[in-house]
């Protein structure tokens, strides 16, 4: 059941509708009868769906445009102050450590990856799915720095111009390859430019396991079928979970079982095979039995 909705479907027997359809039938009540008993137990209020249907109001919550907060955006120009030749003789520290990892001077220079003296960081810009710049996130490359990523604008030390950004309101590259109707979703926007590198075609990122409700708006409003790649430990199978729950009932979607690396890693020691595997073999999340 969708808690947004209360839209429900059982994969085993196909019965589907509302939550009142669904008491109706447990009580073996009238449909008339469990909204009254919904809205005495609870203060259920039932009125006219919008647009005159639940197939059009379950379309306008989760296909309408999010909304953006006021604030300042780091402008174009300011990537030319961080931008590196990623093909370098003699790269710096910092760009070695993303060379490191596998990560191709091809792909780095395509995903505007650079360097910010400021914070000491490399910069991973996220764009809206217009394209327009949307924010920049800053990813130490030394192991003893921490936050291990940091979302670079205006701090009470740090001065930018430019705000800082919530990354649960942008999904990292879904404003490449717009043509394509299937995404590949992961965590991390490291794990996404890698498997861009593998050939994987529209790979997205929420920045974290945990995705908004403004995230899966986008996603709904622009794929119709996703494919969920997170990290094998306890908070990406939470992840998977939620994001299953968040997207069945408006997209396909299907669930890969991650291997013991990721996407950079496999680069780095050549194990794409296995990731691409994963993928190529990922199952609808009823196959996997997951429960939602």
Not at 163 to 192: I, K, M, W
Not at 224 to 251: H, N, Q, S, T
């Amino acid at each position: 059941m969708n808690s947004e909705t209360s839209a429900f479907y059982c994969h085993a027997c196909h019965f589907a509708g509302l939550v009142q359809d669904l008491v109706a039938d447990v009580q073996q009540v009238s449909r008339i009868s469990a909204e009254r008993w919904l809205r005495d137990t609870y203060g259920v209020e039932f009125g006219e769906p919008v647009d005159g249907s639940m197939v059009a109001e379950t379309d306008a919550r989760f296909r309408a445009a999010v909304d953006e907060p006021e604030r300042v955006r780091p402008p174009e120009s300011w990537l030319s102050s961080v931008r590196l030749d990623w093909y370098a003789e003699h790269p710096e520290p910092y760009q070695q450590y993303m060379l490191d990892r596998g990560l191709s001077s091809e792909i780095l220079t395509e995903f505007d990856c650079g360097y910010d003296y400021l914070s000491d960081r490399l910069t991973i810009p996220a764009r809206a799915r217009d394209g327009s710049l949307f924010g920049i996130k800053g990813r130490a490359w030394e192991a003893w720095k921490q936050p291990r990523f940091l979302v670079l604008g205006d701090r009470r030390i740090l001065r930018y111009g430019f705000d800082t950004y919530n990354v649960g309101e942008v999904v990292f590259g879904l404003h490449r390859q717009p043509e394509c109707s299937t995404a590949t979703l992961v965590e991390g926007e490291l794990d996404a430019i890698g498997l861009a590198q593998m050939g994987i075609e529209r790979p997205i990122a929420t920045g974290s396991a945990n995705m908004t409700l403004a995230q899966a708006r986008l996603i709904v409003s622009a794929c119709d079928e996703v494919v969920i790649l997170f990290d094998p430990d306890a908070a990406g199978r939470g992840g998977v979970e939620k994001v299953v729950g968040m997207l069945e009932p408006y997209v396909l979607v299907r669930v890969a079982d991650s291997p013991d690396v990721d996407p950079c890693d496999a680069l780095r020691y050549g194990r794409e095979d296995e990731v691409l595997d994963a993928i190529g073999s990922a199952r609808s999340s009823l196959a996997r039995r997951l429960v939602l």
